[in-house]
């Protein structure tokens, strides 16, 4: 029995947190917000270079053969920096779906450029997971797709289209064929959009019924990501406690204050061992992996909500500041909450898994 | 991450499943009473699955400590439901206490029978005007020839009643500095001069007692550790019962009973657990449930590694009982205008249990360490913020 991290997966985690300071510092992270760029390409080049994009990807592809706990470390730390990155689409769920519903021909011809970073994938999933809303979501027939769908993850300058129809089968089509329309959101470390078909030809990933494991993948990225958004934010609340200085002594000696932080702490302690297990039980107890999915993401999202405006609380002033940049990672939880599916959604959704609701 | 138990261990749990299997007709029936217990403690010492890593030379089993294997006995007897050998402060507390700092004399005296049960303690240590700072407290004892007089109240002291002996920490250095002038001391209650009354609480039980001392005599020989090094003694006591409180497994089973009392139940025709407020909650709070469950794993594989439980550690007590106050919560608000029924009466649900529970749950938020003095030891041990100081 050992529920603990690999020293493998420890060093992978601390290299890549080390990387991504230095490739995606908040002035990059500030840069990126304010410019049209799709993709960062100077930070995936640098997450390239360590195989991040091929961590999921199986040997024979020219990737790594990773499990999803280790993406969802790398998630974490890339949540940590609030790095911009198309890593969910390009790293996490094309090369799933492609390793669990494509054909051999589809794999070889997709899975070596995605793991090598020649090419960027987006994921369009919105209304099959979370339900339509603004938009139909999308109709397949003939092979052709028809529709809009809204919130796809990291469409903008995506090679690859990885797309969920309003039947949840898969549909895999180049990003050329698609008319992808920038959402402006609270989140301007990652691009998101709104995808539009019309009659446009697409190939099937017919060989399994994947959308549930895409779904509870992304639920466990996001946790993490989140997870790793709030782990910074705790940080950087207990070291401005430690470091301001108010009545003549650090503000974290005042028990309002240190109080906060120990009930931030508390909260997102325990979280840490929940998106483990999710993750772990991805590959290792599949029977559990979509509950534990679920509640890690619903969970998650609760705790980095009250860690991310406690934490801005706790630096006062400044943290309501632009200057200080604090509100990168409050808005990145923000939107982390909402995607795919809000708690309320997630725990119905936890509910009907256990055939606890009507 | 490797959650296999790996084929030792998996031996080990069908030893004690086995065992569980072949001896079900000798659980303690709720009738059996005392005797009953002390003979299902007798018999799970003797197969090592209570006292476990006591010496054998004191009346324990004698087996190396090993956290897993603990862990095992207790996942089994849980899933079996059977009942769990004898707790209370002498086992859980003292008996290690006397391990580690008692003389010979003492460990061969008591750590025997308290483990049989046949002798039970309770635990003096809070008083009336010393609580979360302990360290104040003023109960005297002044030396007088051979022994020690002891006047004051302690308060707090779950068991008092039953109790044959106490564990109590006075002060004999009234000059030192608050900490450097307490002692230790083991005395019976039968002692003249000791007068217990029950402290009625708000669940309409008395779950605790006021113990006063008027010129109690007790020998200076039943000192444990030395003349006001009662402090060190007593932390390393709490050390064993800070474990106790939160404990995920009991969280789970406690977890199980909701959702089972929300599938009987129904309001208007329609099943508790269908409807979608009441399901969102506990949709939430079984989240926390696998948060609490998985970081206890996390901390039970530092500890069999030899490390430090950190944050993941020190959390457990805040979020655990604050977890089982809400999962009771739930259950009142789940039934209704029935989840105020207490005590008697046909329609009582469970006893009154969740009721009790909620009231309890709140005496053990602040009980063993307040959430506000757990929330200083998260900040101060776990993220390294300041001490509350003097202006500077």
């Not at chain 1, 309501?320 to 959604?345: I, S, Y």
């Not at chain 2, 799970?44 to 054998?56: D, F, K, N, S, V």
């Not at chain 2, 959702?259 to 208007?268: D, I, Q, R």
Request: proline share 5%; charged share 20%; net charge negative.
């Amino acid at each position: 029995m050992d529920f603990a991290l690999s020293p493998d997966q420890r060093l992978m985690q601390d290299s890549l947190t080390g990387v991504l300071a230095r490739a995606a510092p908040l002035a990059r992270v500030r840069s990126f917000a304010g410019s049209g760029e799709p993709v960062a390409g100077d930070v995936w080049a640098e997450l390239t270079a360590l195989g991040v994009p091929g961590m999921l990807i199986a040997e024979e592809h020219g990737g790594l053969g990773l499990k999803l706990l280790d993406m969802a470390l790398a998630a974490e730390a890339i949540g940590s920096c609030v790095a911009p990155s198309p890593f969910l689409g390009s790293a996490v769920l094309a090369p799933l779906a492609l390793a669990l519903a494509g054909s051999p021909a589809q794999q070889a011809a997709w899975l070596p450029k995605l793991a090598a970073g020649e090419i960027t994938a987006g994921a369009v999933l919105h209304e099959a997971v979370a339900g339509a809303r603004d938009a139909p979501g999308v109709e397949a027939s003939d092979g052709k797709l028809t529709g809009a769908s809204m919130f796809a993850v990291d469409t903008p300058g995506a090679d690859l289209l990885v797309v969920a129809d309003r039947a949840g089968r898969l549909w895999l089509i180049e990003g050329s064929a698609a008319d992808i329309v920038l959402l402006p959101t609270i989140d301007a470390t990652r691009r998101f959009a709104e995808v539009r078909f019309d009659h446009a030809a697409a190939e099937p990933l017919a060989g399994a019924d994947a959308l549930p494991a895409l779904r509870d993948a992304a639920f466990v990225i996001l946790a993490a990501d989140m997870l790793g958004a709030a782990q910074a934010m705790l940080d950087k609340a207990v070291a401005y406690a430690k470091e301001r200085r108010q009545f003549g002594r650090p503000i974290g000696s005042f028990q309002a204050v240190k109080h906060l932080c120990a009930e931030m702490a508390a909260e997102l302690e325990p979280c840490r061992a929940l998106v483990w297990y999710a993750a772990y039980a991805f590959d290792h107890a599949p029977a559990e992996a979509p509950l534990v999915a679920a509640h890690a993401k619903a969970h998650l999202s609760e705790v980095s909500r009250f860690v991310a405006r406690t934490a801005t609380e706790v630096h006062g002033g400044m943290g309501f500041t632009d200057l200080l940049g604090l509100h990168f990672w409050f808005k990145r939880v923000g939107l982390d909450r909402q995607l795919l599916g809000g708690p309320e959604n997630v725990r119905s959704h936890a509910a009907r898994l256990q055939g606890l609701a009507a | 991450m490797d959650l296999a138990l790996g084929p030792t261990y998996e031996a080990f749990r069908d030893e004690v499943r086995g065992f569980l299997v072949a001896n079900r007709d000798r659980f303690p029936s709720p009738g059996a009473g005392r005797a009953g217990a002390l003979a299902w403690q007798a018999l799970l010492i003797e197969h090592g699955y209570a006292a476990r890593t006591i010496p054998q030379a004191y009346g324990g089993f004698g087996a190396e400590p090993d956290i897993l294997k603990s862990r095992i006995i207790a996942e089994a007897f849980v899933a079996a439901g059977a009942p769990t050998g004898l707790g209370g402060q002498g086992i859980s507390m003292l008996v290690p206490t006397l391990l580690e700092l008692g003389t010979e004399e003492q460990k061969r005296s008591w750590i025997s029978p308290t483990l049989r049960g046949e002798v039970v303690w309770c635990q003096g240590y809070s008083e009336p005007g010393s609580g979360s700072d302990l360290a104040s407290l003023s109960t005297r004892a002044t030396e007088d020839g051979d022994d020690f007089v002891i006047n004051g109240q302690k308060i707090w002291t779950s068991t008092a009643a039953q109790a044959d002996m106490i564990f109590c920490l006075v002060r004999t250095e009234p000059e030192a500095e608050k900490h450097a002038g307490i002692s230790y001391l083991i005395f019976s209650m039968k002692t003249p001069g000791i007068e217990v009354r029950p402290l009625r609480t708000m669940t309409g039980g008395a779950e605790f007692n006021e113990v006063f001392f008027t010129d109690v005599r007790v020998p200076k020989s039943q000192i444990v550790g030395k003349r006001g090094e009662g402090w060190r003694v007593a932390n390393t006591t709490l050390r064993h019962e800070r474990g106790m409180l939160g404990d995920p497994n009991a969280i789970e089973a406690r977890f199980a009973e909701l959702v089972a009392l929300m599938e009987k139940e129904h309001t208007a025709g329609v099943r508790l657990i269908d409807d979608p407020v009441l399901g969102d909650r506990l949709m939430a709070l079984q989240a926390r449930v696998l948060a609490m469950k998985f970081n206890g794993l996390r901390v039970l594989t530092g500890q069999i590694g030899g490390e430090a439980p950190g944050l993941a550690g020190l959390v457990v007590k805040l979020q655990g009982c604050e977890l089982n106050h809400q999962i009771a919560a739930l259950a009142i608000d789940a039934l209704g205008e029935a989840g105020v029924l207490y005590e008697t009466g046909e329609h009582l649900r469970a006893g009154g249990a969740w009721q009790w529970r909620y009231m309890f749950d709140l005496g053990l938020i602040i009980g063993g360490g307040t959430a506000q003095i757990q929330k200083n030891i998260i900040a101060e041990r776990g993220l390294g913020l300041p001490r509350e100081g003097k202006a500077a």
